[in-house]
């Protein structure tokens, strides 16, 4: 597949970063190969299976104030390792476990009396002299890899929001690299997945937004917090991975994703691309329509990525006002020097696209649309030249596409993966995430980067716009951390990732919505 990005878990903080994934050079090839192996497994298939209801999970949870310190110097001492007071400052108590390393495996134990079922921040006091790191176990299941720089003193790292039953549980912290000095760990009872959220914005932030897609928005409002909606990438026009989906689940997601990187004026295909005509049959179905644009570049390579790029986005900005005269005026300024050829080709870029969206306006068919993603990773060329370029980017698409084009179908979906790259409050709908984790960890319900992109855009409603495998419906309702939707990436993560009991109970949940449950339009 085209070259992604593993998110990891981190502390809710501005910043979500993580690791290259499977790589692909050619969308054409990705496409041909996925659809030939969802084909293969389709035609593998029973025919289709009603499934009960299935019953949410969630235990009660008891709040109650709680703080415990358990002194790194009180545990077993593990072998190799010696309880020190000097030279290292800022440790509590007697002392602190020196010496944790890979080489000698030594595992520092605590055990902690539990006394209410509810989630906790755990804090570890670390010191260490050069850069290290270290797993956090609980009960024997890894919740934390803890990574630190060499550290004079000690220093605190938290981890938020770790659920915990009633009774004695036994914490491990096991080194990965490096040398750690450990003086204590303490758990206090978790406030911020109970923070009280902003109330969400009645309305789309287009205030000439069609009567459909006010009931798009409004639908997507009413349901937060009480159902995660399905959604699925397809690879193609064939939809193979939506009626895969169907023939092992029974159901079909209510949100057909798809990308519009083909209808690209520099390296694209538009004349044979077809993702817009079959976005317009699956409305007609009854379905909501998703769409991403991975632009390729205006002149230069033709790739979405910033290697080998020629564009430069900052010679393209100016102060000039662009963003609603016509595309002539705007060869005209150029040719008087007042912007650069890169600004009149980028306009040229987003004029050919809102041409590209227009079928779906004039259809009345509202979209969910997720320009410019991952633009804090800065592997797209959209991101690379920092966040000011970005977000004059996302103002003048924003902008040109509303007010110049009219395209008044879209609720805009802003992915820019950093705070540093938020846009204007006033320009986007719902602010989503793609979170990718490795095959082998469990994708649980994210909590963290919910929180997280929750302080980030107070009043949006949050959505996970890529996945590589689907969230847990038990541990979201949980954690309080339900998202709107989720979009699951196509082959390999359909599949390889994500088994048919995953599909089977996330779809069948009481907890999710598919297209089954979309109420009809009403006019």
Not at 231 to 253: A, R
Not at 258 to 276: M, R
Not at 325 to 348: A, D, F, N, P, R
Not at 371 to 380: K, S
Request: charge should be negative; hydrophobic fraction near 35%; charged fraction near 20%.
């Amino acid at each position: 597949m085209r070259m992604r990005r593993i998110w990891m878990l981190v502390a809710a903080g501005t910043m979500l970063t993580g690791c290259t994934k499977i790589e692909q050079e050619s969308f054409e090839d990705e496409v041909a190969s996925v659809a030939t192996s969802v084909t293969q497994l389709q035609s593998q298939k029973e025919p289709v299976a009603q499934y009960a209801s299935v019953a949410l999970q969630i235990p009660e949870i008891q709040r109650q104030d709680v703080f415990l310190k358990l002194e790194a110097e009180d545990t077993a001492l593990p072998e190799k390792c010696s309880v020190a007071i000097d030279p290292r400052q800022g440790y509590s108590g007697e002392g602190y476990v020196s010496g944790l390393n890979t080489e000698n495996q030594s595992i520092l134990t605590f055990t902690a009396e539990i006394p209410a079922t509810q989630h906790y921040d755990i804090t570890v006091v670390v010191g260490a002299g050069a850069a290290s790191s270290c797993k956090i176990l609980m009960d024997g299941e890894p919740v934390y890899t803890l990574v630190t720089d060499g550290t004079e003193n000690f220093i605190r790292v938290t981890v938020q929001g770790i659920f915990l039953s009633e009774g004695t549980r036994k914490l491990e912290i096991v080194p990965v690299d490096g040398v750690l000095d450990i003086d204590c760990v303490e758990l206090v009872n978790n406030t911020s997945l109970y923070d009280a959220s902003s109330e969400i914005a009645s309305n789309p932030v287009n205030p000439d937004a069609t009567e459909k897609t006010k009931q798009l928005y409004h639908f997507l409002r009413e349901q937060y917090g009480s159902k995660i909606i399905t959604g699925q990438y397809v690879s193609g026009g064939d939809n193979v991975e939506l009626e895969d989906i169907y023939q092992i689940t029974g159901k079909y997601p209510l949100i057909r994703f798809a990308d519009l990187n083909a209808y690209s004026q520099n390296g694209g295909n538009p004349e044979k691309a077809t993702a817009i005509a079959d976005s317009i049959a699956w409305a007609e179905e009854g379905g909501v329509v998703g769409l991403s644009w991975l632009w390729n570049a205006p002149t230069g390579n033709g790739t979405i990525y910033q290697e080998g790029v020629s564009f430069s986005l900052k010679l393209a900005m100016t102060e000039e006002n662009i963003a609603t005269v016509s595309l002539e005026q705007i060869g005209q300024m150029e040719q008087e020097g007042k912007i650069s050829q890169s600004c009149y080709e980028l306009i040229s870029d987003i004029d050919a696209m809102a041409e590209t969206l227009k079928p779906l306006a004039q259809a009345d068919i509202p979209v969910l649309w997720r320009p410019l993603p991952e633009a804090g990773g800065g592997w797209y060329w959209w991101g690379a030249d920092g966040a000011d370029a970005y977000q004059w980017l996302w103002d003048l698409l924003y902008t040109r596409m509303t007010l110049y084009h009219k395209l008044n179908n879209l609720l805009w979906i802003w992915n820019g993966q950093s705070s540093s790259y938020l846009v204007d409050n006033a320009q986007y709908d719902i602010a989503s995430l793609d979170l990718y984790v490795e095959q082998s960890e469990e994708y649980g319900s994210r909590y963290e980067q919910y929180v997280a992109l929750r302080n980030m855009s107070p009043g949006k409603i949050l959505a996970i716009s890529e996945a590589s495998t689907l969230p847990d419906m038990n541990t979201m309702f949980r954690d309080n951390a339900v998202w709107s939707f989720c979009g699951l990436w196509y082959a390999p993560y359909l599949g390889e990732y994500t088994s048919e009991e995953t599909l089977i109970a996330f779809y069948n949940s009481e907890g999710s919505l598919t297209r089954e449950d979309y109420p009809p339009s009403t006019t």
